[in-house]
Each structure stands twice: as structure tokens, then as C-alpha cells.
């Protein structure tokens, strides 16, 4: 627990190292605080920010700047909402997002997050209910089988599962035959309510398999749908966080091409209500100290659809951040939204 001035030391800290990006020191920190405090106060408070992992000295400088738990701190109890023109300035790119035209929302959506941040936009397309039209179990092994999946569209997906017996291939023909005698043409989340509420009806081996069926087609199936589209990637060579570090750059980089962290991640933003922020390593699905996340879901007709977000380094203005990716999020809902 801190008290009042060390919340107020700490607030000015992180607010003056976000606009100058330079170690801030106990002098510079009397002035931005508006505290009457002595130097030697206010060192013996930093030292007892810096004890509690919130705050640290790099290198050799006299100065202090915050850590990830520090930003958490700041931007969970202490980050204070200011006026801007970013929501003015959204609504005048707002004719970019046209509602005929989903894909070109999603890519305008990236770029919009992309220039009103100056850091990286990123959007998951809308994610397609994934139904199926025919399910095959295939025995490749002692308790390994090949799920085939079949979409109406005629798209096919194979998946390996592990199971916990083994099946012999008469016994994954029945469960398959099951399957597509009752719950052809469903969604895979409606396949996955019937089973939870049928499955005492089912002897207990065959429920299980039946469940890891379903589990492993819907991730099969949303690898083969889910898109993810990002904007601005080249906006990092210019963060002066990163620009001194190409081995941070390759790193970034080498994400940004290969999305499959970012989807997992933003995944997980879309089952949570309104802007969440990952600061740092916090997520463990992108473990950058250096990076930051903000996110929020957006919604086609009420029902929420994909995730959009910005992301940059944690030396970032979290309220304008907050800001930009609440009202980018509301503008793409309305756009792909029935009227």
C-alpha cells in the first residue's frame, strides 16, 4: 500500500517519463509533482518506489523510470482522463469504413488505429460460426485418431487427437455415425452445449472422444477462418524505445509476421467486456517487457465478433491509447451492424 505522496511521486514520475522519455530525478520531480518536499524526501520516497519494483535506475543515471509493475499501478489507480480532439478526429476517417464492404472496415479499422496511435493497429476479421456438414474418425494408432472434418462449403480439416483409450476403428465409427446423424449442420458451439447436456445418454469412452472431437474442430476450423490484419508495423523504427535495439525489432517484427501469438492473445481480449490493457510480459502469450497491448472487442448486431487494439511500447500515453481504441471499436461495430 502507498500512501498519498508516494501515489502523487509516483504519478508525476510515470506521467514526465511518458512525455519525455528520459529518467526523471528528485528535482525534476518536486517541480511535476507540486509537492513542498525536500530532495532528500523525495529520494527516500523513490527509494521505497524502486524497493517495491515499481520503479528503477537504469545504468548509471541519477534518475528513475518506471517499471511494468509500475505502469500497472499507474494505469489501474492513478491514469486521469484529459481532453483531446482524437474522438473529433475519428469521426472525420469514420467515411473510410465502409459498411458494404467488410473486409476494407477491418483494413481502414488497422490503418485508423495505426495513425491516430503513431504505433502498430491490429483487427481480427469477424469470426464465421463454424458449422459442419460430415465427421469421419480415422484410428492411426494406439490412442491416436485423425478427426476429418468437413464444412458445407466443402472445406475439409484434419486434426490429430490424443485419447485416453484406445478405440478400435468399429467403435470411431459409431461415435462418427452418431455425430452426423444428430448434430450435422450445427454450429460447433451448439454441437458442444448438446453434448455437455446429452452426455449421460452416451456411454462415458464415446462422450469423451466426442468431446475432444468437437474441441479440436473448432480450433482447426478458426485457424482456417481467422484473419488478422495489421497496420503501422514500420511506426516501431521510429519509437525511440525500440530504435536503439534491433534485436527488440527483430523480435517485434518476427511476431507481427507470424500472428499466430497475437491471435491467441487478442482471442482473449474478446471474451472480456470493454478496453483491457497488457502491460509488459503480462499476458504471457506476448512476453515483451518492453511492449504493451490495448485492446477491446467490437460487435456485429449486439454479438461480439472480433478484437481490435493497438500496441506499442510501455512508455505510451495509455489515456489517449484508451481513448483511440474505445472509439475505433464502437465506429467498426456501427459500421458492420444491420441498421
Known amino acids: 500500500m502507498l500512501d498519498d505522496r508516494a501515489k502523487i511521486l509516483l504519478k508525476a514520475l510515470v506521467e514526465r517519463y511518458i512525455a519525455d522519455g528520459q529518467p526523471v ?16 524526501t523525495i529520494r527516500n520516497v523513490m527509494a521505497d518506489l524502486e524497493e517495491l519494483g515499481l520503479i528503477v535506475s537504469p545504468h548509471t543515471s541519477a534518475g528513475r523510470v518506471p517499471t511494468a509493475r509500475g505502469y500497472r499501478l499507474f494505469v489501474d489507480t492513478m491514469l486521469t482522463a484529459r481532453p483531446s480532439g482524437i474522438g473529433d478526429l475519428a469521426h472525420e476517417t469514420r467515411d473510410q469504413l465502409q ?93 458442444r452445449a448438446r453434448l455437455k447436456s446429452e452426455v449421460d445418454q452416451l456411454r462415458s469412452d464415446i462422450a469423451s472422444l466426442m468431446g475432444q472431437a468437437v474441441q479440436a474442430g473448432g480450433e482447426a476450423m478458426a485457424e482456417s477462418t481467422e484473419q488478422l490484419v495489421v497496420s503501422g508495423e514500420r511506426n516501431l523504427l521510429t519509437v525511440q524505445d525500440f530504435s536503439n535495439d534491433l534485436g527488440s525489432l527483430r523480435r517485434l517484427f518476427d511476431l507481427f509476421e507470424q500472428k499466430t501469438q497475437l491471435m491467441r492473445l487478442l482471442d482473449g481480449s474478446s471474451r472480456a467486456e470493454g478496453v483491457r490493457i497488457y502491460i509488459g510480459g503480462e499476458s504471457q502469450v506476448v512476453p515483451f517487457e518492453e511492449l504493451s497491448v490495448v485492446s477491446a472487442p467490437y460487435e456485429i448486431n449486439g454479438q461480439v465478433v472480433g478484437t481490435l487494439g493497438v500496441i506499442g511500447p510501455t512508455r505510451m500515453a495509455y489515456d489517449r491509447m484508451i481513448e483511440i481504441v474505445d472509439i475505433t471499436s464502437r465506429l467498426v461495430s456501427n459500421a458492420l451492424s444491420v441498421k
Do not use: C, W
Not at 530525478?25 to 532528500?40: E, V
Not at 469470426?127 to 468437413?150: C, D, T, Y
Open 25 to 40: 530525478g528528485s528535482r525534476t520531480l518536486s517541480r511535476a509533482s507540486g509537492l513542498d518536499l525536500s530532495a532528500a
Open 99 to 191: 459498411p458494404d464492404q467488410p473486409q476494407r472496415v477491418i483494413a481502414s479499422a488497422a490503418h485508423m488505429l495505426s495513425s491516430l496511435s503513431q504505433f502498430v493497429g491490429v483487427v481480427t476479421a469477424p469470426r464465421k460460426a463454424s458449422v459442419f456438414r460430415h465427421i469421419e474418425f480415422l484410428r492411426l494408432g494406439e490412442k491416436r485418431v485423425l478427426v476429418i472434418l468437413v464444412a458445407p462449403d466443402g472445406d475439409v480439416q484434419n486434426r490429430v487427437i490424443f485419447t485416453a483409450q484406445d478405440f478400435a476403428q468399429p467403435e470411431l465409427i459409431e461415435a462418427s455415425n452418431i455425430l452426423n446423424a444428430h448434430y450435422s449442420g450445427l454450429t460447433i458451439e451448439e454441437m
